[in-house]
């Protein structure tokens, strides 16, 4: 197959337009959260550095506060993505909770795991 039949079907399978979506929502989630860590929580660990400006630290002529305010804000994100997306979908996601397992054996020939129905192995084809 040729590169551009290649694209257009890479195009037609949907991914491209889901991907979109989920930069564009991410985009707009990573605003609202960054929001909320420079309004809420910045305030609150410059309370508690006694300097109070700690973004402007240096130590040299590296920007140490910087890094460290991208770090914060980096485990915040991380923090917030956790709580809504894996715990908070999570808890939706039907669980299959019965316990159903089928009874099964082992082949003697080729140890693989049939049912125990079975009169021949589907993996080797042996009598069972």
Do not use: Y
């Given at each position: 197959m040729s590169i551009s039949s290649d694209f257009k079907e890479f195009l037609s399978k949907g991914n491209v337009l889901d991907l979109a979506v989920a930069v564009v929502i991410g985009g707009a989630f990573g605003k609202i959260?960054?929001?909320l860590v420079e309004g809420i929580i910045m305030p609150l660990v410059g309370?508690?550095?006694?300097?109070g400006d700690w973004r402007a630290l240096m130590a040299g002529p590296f920007k140490v506060g910087l890094v460290l305010?991208?770090?914060v804000d980096f485990i915040c994100i991380a923090l917030v993505v956790f709580l809504v997306f894996v715990k908070g979908f999570g808890a939706f996601k039907k669980k299959d909770d019965s316990g159903y397992k089928p009874d099964t054996k082992t082949c003697p020939a080729c140890m693989e795991t049939v049912l125990k129905a079975a009169t021949?192995?589907?993996h080797c084809s042996s009598t069972l």
């Open positions: 959260v960054t929001a309370l508690a550095v006694p300097s305010g991208a770090s021949r192995c589907k």
